[in-house]
């Protein structure tokens, strides 16, 4: 079963604007992770937030983690047409880890010229 | 240094018909794991290992089977290819549990099952 639910499902903006897109998860976890994924291509991690952190930055990305609310929003800014792909959030269990990443459905992001 | 390189990077196959995907990792990674990518939808887990030698079972095992015979190296096996096992496949790698670090993963295997 899947973890994460990313929404939007699709956000199309505006290069130079901001891109915000969510996740939100059912169980306590240990962390979350952020990765990208351009078509046709393998994932790339972005960042990597842990459940005792408010919120993270790293280059132009900004991620918050709220373990109340069970969610985590990821922050593009200035965006620019080479951050067209797809977002996943994806989490740790508490008390996981060896066992692999639980993955949401992803957020495709379109950046229009 | 190459990273997560997968083989093949395509395959047709015919229902009942058998392959075995490779994956390599040239970065002395410990953990190492096979996911399934569907149509909109995100990674799911289908095995995964821990160290040369071991192999465990992910949320959809069924169908598949593993090797790890080689620490650099993580075999995903299909006995009898069905139409549902029609996907992309994912191998990824860390170099410890998912709790500490990031996962890198390769580019993908794209696997149709007629």
């Known amino acids: 079963s899947q973890q994460g639910e990313e929404d939007p499902q699709a956000l199309s903006i505006q290069e130079g604007e901001n891109a915000t897109m969510n996740c939100s998860y059912k169980?306590?976890?240990?962390?979350l992770q952020w990765y990208r994924q351009n078509s046709g291509r393998g994932l790339v991690h972005l960042i990597l937030i842990r459940s005792n952190e408010r919120e993270k930055h790293s280059g132009r990305l900004r991620v918050t983690l709220d373990t109340s609310k069970k969610s985590s929003s990821l922050l593009i800014t200035a965006s620019r047409a080479a951050d067209t792909a797809s977002y996943f959030c994806a989490t740790v269990a508490s008390g996981g880890g060896a066992d692999g990443l639980t993955f949401g459905k992803g957020t495709h992001l379109i950046i229009q010229p | 240094n190459a990273g997560v390189t997968q083989t093949p990077k395509f395959r047709v196959l015919k229902t009942g018909q058998s392959m075995t995907l490779l994956c390599a990792q040239d970065?002395?990674?410990?953990?190492m794991y096979w996911y399934r990518q569907d149509p909109g939808m995100g990674l799911r887990l289908i095995h995964y290992s821990v160290g040369e030698g071991t192999t465990a079972k992910g949320e959809v095992p069924d169908g598949y089977n593993v090797s790890r015979l080689k620490k650099q190296n993580f075999l995903l096996g299909l006995e009898s290819a069905a139409p549902s096992q029609t996907s992309v496949y994912f191998c990824a790698s860390s170099w410890r549990a998912g709790s500490y670090n990031e996962q890198f993963f390769g580019p993908g295997t794209r696997l149709t099952v007629l």
């Open positions: 970065m002395n990674h410990e953990y």
């Open positions: 169980t306590s976890i240990n962390n």
